[in-house]
Protein backbone atom coordinates (compact mmCIF):
# COMPACT_ATOMS: atom_id res chain seq x y z
CA UNK A 1 0.00 0.00 0.00
CA UNK A 2 1.12 3.61 -1.22
CA UNK A 3 2.00 6.23 1.80
CA UNK A 4 -0.35 9.03 2.07
CA UNK A 5 1.24 11.93 0.74
CA UNK A 6 0.64 16.03 1.61
CA UNK A 7 -0.48 16.38 -2.41
CA UNK A 8 -2.98 13.21 -1.99
CA UNK A 9 -4.60 14.24 0.87
CA UNK A 10 -5.21 17.55 -0.08
CA UNK A 11 -6.44 16.15 -3.10
CA UNK A 12 -9.06 14.08 -1.19
CA UNK A 13 -10.17 17.12 1.10
CA UNK A 14 -10.81 19.10 -1.73
CA UNK A 15 -12.85 16.93 -3.11
CA UNK A 16 -15.05 15.85 0.49
CA UNK A 17 -15.20 19.32 0.15
CA UNK A 18 -17.16 19.93 -3.13
CA UNK A 19 -19.45 17.36 -2.55
CA UNK A 20 -20.22 18.88 0.80
CA UNK A 21 -20.86 21.85 -0.24
CA UNK A 22 -23.08 20.32 -2.81
CA UNK A 23 -25.26 18.54 -0.57
CA UNK A 24 -25.52 21.46 1.90
CA UNK A 25 -26.93 23.65 -1.53
CA UNK A 26 -29.03 20.67 -2.14
CA UNK A 27 -30.65 20.03 1.34
CA UNK A 28 -33.90 22.92 0.84
CA UNK A 29 -34.77 20.59 -1.87
CA UNK A 30 -35.83 18.22 0.93
CA UNK A 31 -37.49 20.63 3.48
CA UNK A 32 -40.91 18.90 4.75
CA UNK A 33 -42.32 22.90 5.79
CA UNK A 34 -43.13 25.28 2.55
CA UNK A 35 -41.49 28.75 2.30
CA UNK A 36 -44.04 31.76 1.74
CA UNK A 37 -44.66 32.26 -1.56
CA UNK A 38 -43.92 28.64 -2.94
CA UNK A 39 -47.26 27.95 -4.87
CA UNK A 40 -46.08 24.35 -6.59
CA UNK A 41 -50.12 25.01 -8.74
CA UNK A 42 -51.92 21.90 -9.92
CA UNK A 43 -50.15 18.92 -11.44
CA UNK A 44 -49.61 18.23 -14.85
CA UNK A 45 -51.86 15.70 -16.96
CA UNK A 46 -50.01 13.05 -19.39
CA UNK A 47 -51.65 14.98 -22.37
CA UNK A 48 -50.50 18.16 -21.12
CA UNK A 49 -46.63 16.55 -20.74
CA UNK A 50 -47.10 15.09 -24.20
CA UNK A 51 -47.71 18.11 -25.91
CA UNK A 52 -45.30 20.22 -23.96
CA UNK A 53 -42.47 17.69 -24.09
CA UNK A 54 -43.02 15.99 -27.82
CA UNK A 55 -45.75 18.28 -29.38
CA UNK A 56 -43.75 21.65 -29.10
CA UNK A 57 -40.07 19.78 -30.54
CA UNK A 58 -41.97 18.11 -33.28
CA UNK A 59 -43.48 21.00 -34.64
CA UNK A 60 -40.14 23.37 -34.17
CA UNK A 61 -38.44 20.56 -36.14
CA UNK A 62 -41.28 20.73 -38.49
CA UNK A 63 -41.33 24.28 -39.06
CA UNK A 64 -37.87 24.56 -39.47
CA UNK A 65 -38.16 21.79 -42.33
CA UNK A 66 -40.09 23.56 -44.00
CA UNK A 67 -38.64 26.94 -43.69
CA UNK A 68 -35.63 25.18 -44.96
CA UNK A 69 -37.13 23.27 -48.13
CA UNK A 70 -39.85 25.70 -49.11
CA UNK A 71 -37.36 27.80 -51.07
CA UNK A 72 -35.95 24.94 -53.17
CA UNK A 73 -39.55 23.67 -53.69
CA UNK A 74 -40.39 27.10 -55.31
CA UNK A 75 -36.86 27.26 -57.44
CA UNK A 76 -37.79 24.13 -58.95
CA UNK A 77 -35.23 21.30 -60.10
CA UNK A 78 -31.85 22.89 -61.44
CA UNK A 79 -31.07 19.45 -63.55
CA UNK A 80 -32.69 19.32 -66.25
CA UNK A 81 -31.87 16.08 -68.67
CA UNK A 82 -32.38 17.61 -71.89
CA UNK A 83 -29.96 20.24 -71.56
CA UNK A 84 -25.94 19.39 -72.62
CA UNK A 85 -23.45 20.77 -70.32
CA UNK A 86 -22.66 24.26 -70.71
CA UNK A 87 -19.94 25.37 -68.33
CA UNK A 88 -16.44 25.27 -70.20
CA UNK A 89 -14.19 22.19 -69.07
CA UNK A 90 -11.95 22.71 -65.94
CA UNK A 91 -8.68 21.05 -65.74
CA UNK A 92 -8.04 20.94 -62.00
CA UNK A 93 -3.99 20.41 -60.93
CA UNK A 94 -3.03 21.29 -64.41
CA UNK A 95 -0.39 23.25 -65.76
CA UNK A 96 -1.20 27.26 -65.87
CA UNK A 97 -1.49 29.21 -68.65
CA UNK A 98 -2.10 28.05 -72.52
CA UNK A 99 -3.45 24.49 -72.19
CA UNK A 100 -2.85 23.52 -75.95
CA UNK A 101 0.91 24.95 -75.71
CA UNK A 102 1.73 22.46 -72.91
CA UNK A 103 0.55 19.95 -74.76
CA UNK A 104 2.00 20.75 -78.10
CA UNK A 105 5.52 21.08 -75.86
CA UNK A 106 4.75 17.70 -74.04
CA UNK A 107 7.19 15.01 -75.26
CA UNK A 108 6.02 11.54 -76.26
CA UNK A 109 6.76 8.46 -73.90
CA UNK A 110 8.00 5.13 -75.61
CA UNK A 111 4.93 3.35 -76.68
CA UNK A 112 2.26 5.36 -75.22
CA UNK A 113 2.21 8.94 -76.97
CA UNK A 114 1.70 11.98 -75.21
CA UNK A 115 0.80 11.63 -71.51
CA UNK A 116 -1.14 14.92 -71.61
CA UNK A 117 -3.06 13.80 -74.66
CA UNK A 118 -5.17 11.62 -72.42
CA UNK A 119 -5.48 14.57 -70.21
CA UNK A 120 -6.58 16.50 -73.39
CA UNK A 121 -8.89 14.11 -74.63
CA UNK A 122 -10.84 14.00 -71.15
CA UNK A 123 -10.53 17.89 -70.78
CA UNK A 124 -12.78 17.73 -74.37
CA UNK A 125 -15.11 14.70 -73.65
CA UNK A 126 -18.63 15.29 -72.85
CA UNK A 127 -19.71 12.81 -70.38
Known amino acids: MKPVTTRNALRAAVVLAGAALSAAMTSPAFALVRDDG ?10 EALL ?6 VALFLIISLLVTVPSLV ?4 YRPDLGWWAPPVWF ?3 SGDVAATIAKAEPVAGRGTPLLFCQSMIHHSW
Open 38 to 47: DDPGRPMSVG
Open 93 to 95: GGP
Open 75 to 78: RGPR
Open 52 to 57: IFVGVP
